[in-house]
């Protein structure tokens, strides 16, 4: 087992640091209890496991106020707590119940909260990325100051339709972030397979869009690097995009063996680069927490993931008539 670096000293406070060690601990908990009824065959079709990358939602939504507003793709269960949405809502979405947030017709991929300025999940790759524009072309029009996160990974960002929306933002000057969760494979193909470009944020500067890379295992730089993308959004500034250099544990979905990488690879990033344990050193070496303070908020959070697996087994199926509900025609 490789060592892990010693954690820097932070200039978080010790309230901050420990709510980011919960938020990512309740994603990383409640990831792990889909995984498991997913085995179970109480969750259908498809399921993105979003273990790893719980740094980037986590310190985007600190940098993020009430009003601001989120769109993803399918790997979206993290974004969903993140904001605030309930775990048991979400999980009962997840097993198709009737407790769920859209009735357990969505899944996965097809939740939303309005409450929440949570937009949803997409299936259709890059699908989010126009919508997200979308988004925010409605909040400029209407005066305000919010900004809307795109969030696509770096599949998406060889799809035609993300620099269309590029185009469109920067001439009209929209809020919205831009935010490539470059987990270095696109289902099972490496970025450095894929693409020749050596970043991927800085293609936005063929339409004059500013941006940076940002370190997404490490959720405080994360956060820095949100308050400067929303600050230069709200200040009129249009679009921004964030390339943040996240990774993956688990493979692309539930039904992929993840042949495409080592086991020593995905290793070596839990042991030396996991964003929970960092955040966890900064508490404990800082003299910030003790490892019976962490203790307590594990068995706190392992509640909160048991109750929501129980409530969405108790839920139950969707009635048929919600076959007539939500539909066009």
Known sequence: MAARKPAAKSNASRDDLLKY???MLLIRRFEEKAGQLYGMGLIGGFC???IGQEAVVVGL?????EGDKRVTSYRDHGHMLACGMDAKGVMAELTGRAGGYSRGKGGSMHMFSKEKHFYGGHGIVGAQVPIGAGLA???????NDNVTFAYFGDGA????QVYETYNMAELWN???VFVIENNQYAMGTSVKRSTKSPSLWERGAAYG???EAVDGMDVLAVKAAGEKAVAACRAGEGPYILEVMTYRYRGHSMSDPAKYRTREEVQK????KDAIEHVRDLLTTGGLATEDDLKAIDRDIKAIVNDAAEFAKDSPEPDTAELWTDIYA
Not at 137 to 143: N, S, V
Request: net charge neutral.
């Open 21 to 23: 060690y919960r938020e």
């Open 48 to 50: 993105h496991l979003y």
């Open 61 to 65: 939504e600190a940098a993020a106020k």
């Open 137 to 143: 072309f409605a909040d400029k029009y209407l005066g």
């Open 157 to 160: 960002a060889n799809q035609g």
């Open 174 to 176: 929209l809020p919205v």
């Open 209 to 211: 869009i500013k941006g």
């Open 269 to 272: 990033m839990r042991d030396e």
